[in-house]
């Protein structure tokens, strides 16, 4: 069976019921002896009565922390009985055999920590043809330059992971310093945990995993040219934040490669897909270049003042 895992769905709107009932249910129906359903409803206490109500297998709580996803997840970390704590987003539908591929590398008492696959689903059905896969994280989706299953990753994308609980406990949880708040577009909470774990256990290892895939939905309204370049300000903006708690060699080390490796050869292979009939192609290596710039100037406002 392997270790114990305490699922954790952190909800804060209405908005996104329908998801959040049927991904809560199609936990449900994954957990094994042991195994249990914590939703974290984040200060609405409406949502909270009908969470309740809907989801009799889950045990619903109230956010006890500061408002935002951080302060969320840590009370379902401190509220989980599990060995393992995974974490799904309230927009995020598992597919068959999510937790037991999360719960397998856990077998290894090496890892510390596994990233899942995020699929993005999209409403409409597809991409909009502008929009670089480099991209994918501006959407909380696995994007380009993410290493295969089983690789090391720094740190997961927070739709779909799992953390070892006591681990998490130990160095104080996720910062409420970093991170979303409702729906501003901020984050780097992952990241910063994920270098809080490595000061206090070198050995520590983060995998990737790329069986049992979430859909992530990714509604009309971040499909748009402004979610993008405010997400891509907003990340720059929060990793400035990062650099300043962490320091800025350990927060932005993956960066750079991703900057100066995975965008240039991105720009060059949209660029390309010209002389094949692509004709958003240039479009999508025009984006990774707003993208980047964008995010650069976020990241050179906060490092100059609040």
Same mark, same amino acid.
């Given at each position: 069976?392997?270790?114990?895992? #305490?699922?954790?769905?952190?909800?804060?709107?209405? !908005?996104?019921? #329908?998801?959040?009932?049927?991904?809560?249910?199609?936990?449900?129906?994954?957990? /094994?002896?042991?195994?249990?359903?914590? *939703?974290?409803?984040?200060?609405?206490?409406? +949502?909270?009565?009908?969470?309740?109500?809907?989801?009799?297998?889950? /045990?619903?709580?109230?956010?006890?922390?500061?408002?935002?996803?951080?302060?969320?997840?840590?009370?379902?970390?401190?509220?989980?009985?599990?060995?393992?704590?995974?974490f799904l987003d309230d927009d995020a539908l598992p597919g068959p055999g999510w937790l037991a591929a999360l719960r397998a590398p856990f077998a290894d008492p090496r890892v510390t920590g596994v990233a899942g696959a995020v699929d993005p689903d999209w409403e409409g059905g597809r991409a909009p043809?502008?929009?670089?896969?480099?991209?994918?994280? *501006?959407?909380?989706?696995?994007?380009?330059? +993410?290493?295969?299953?089983?690789?090391? *990753?720094?740190?997961? @994308?927070?739709?779909?992971?799992?953390?070892?609980?006591?681990?998490?406990?130990? *160095?104080?949880?996720?910062?409420?310093?970093?991170?979303?708040?409702?729906?501003?577009?901020?984050?780097?909470?992952?990241?910063? +945990?994920?270098?809080?774990?490595?000061?206090?256990?070198?050995?520590?290892?983060?995998? !990737?995993?790329?069986?049992?895939?979430?859909?992530?939905?990714?509604?009309?309204?971040?499909?748009?040219?402004?979610?993008?370049?405010?997400?891509?300000?907003?990340?720059?903006?929060?990793?400035?934040?990062? $650099?300043?708690?962490?320091?800025?060699?350990?927060?932005?080390?993956?960066?750079? $490669?991703?900057?100066?490796?995975?965008?240039?050869?991105?720009?060059?292979?949209?660029?390309?897909?010209?002389?094949?009939?692509? +004709?958003?192609?240039?479009?999508?290596?025009?984006? @990774?270049?707003?993208?980047?710039?964008?995010?650069?100037?976020g990241y050179l406002s906060a490092r100059r003042g609040p």
């Amino acid at each position: 069976m392997g270790d114990a895992v #305490s699922v954790v769905i952190c909800t804060y709107t209405a !908005r996104r019921w #329908s998801h959040l009932r049927t991904g809560a249910e199609a936990v449900l129906a994954q957990l /094994q002896a042991g195994d249990e359903l914590l *939703v974290v409803v984040d200060h609405a206490p409406d +949502l909270l009565a009908r969470a309740a109500a809907a989801l009799p297998g889950a /045990q619903v709580v109230a956010n006890s922390h500061g408002q935002g996803l951080s302060g969320a997840r840590n009370t379902g970390v401190g509220l989980a009985r599990g060995t393992v704590v995974a974490f799904l987003d309230d927009d995020a539908l598992p597919g068959p055999g999510w937790l037991a591929a999360l719960r397998a590398p856990f077998a290894d008492p090496r890892v510390t920590g596994v990233a899942g696959a995020v699929d993005p689903d999209w409403e409409g059905g597809r991409a909009p043809r502008w929009f670089p896969p480099e991209f994918g994280w *501006v959407v909380g989706c696995d994007y380009v330059g +993410l290493p295969a299953g089983g690789g090391a *990753v720094r740190n997961p @994308i927070g739709a779909s992971m799992a953390l070892r609980r006591q681990l998490v406990a130990d *160095v104080g949880g996720f910062s409420e310093a970093v991170g979303r708040v409702g729906t501003l577009p901020v984050g780097c909470e992952e990241t910063e +945990l994920s270098i809080r774990l490595r000061h206090a256990d070198p050995t520590v290892t983060m995998l !990737r995993q790329t069986g049992g895939a979430v859909a992530h939905l990714v509604p009309a309204e971040r499909q748009r040219l402004r979610y993008f370049t405010s997400r891509c300000y907003h990340e720059g903006r929060s990793k400035a934040v990062l $650099a300043r708690l962490v320091g800025t060699e350990q927060g932005l080390a993956s960066e750079r $490669a991703y900057a100066t490796r995975i965008l240039p050869l991105g720009v060059l292979r949209h660029t390309a897909a010209l002389a094949r009939g692509d +004709l958003a192609g240039p479009a999508r290596a025009a984006m @990774i270049v707003l993208g980047l710039l964008t995010t650069a100037l976020g990241y050179l406002s906060a490092r100059r003042g609040p």
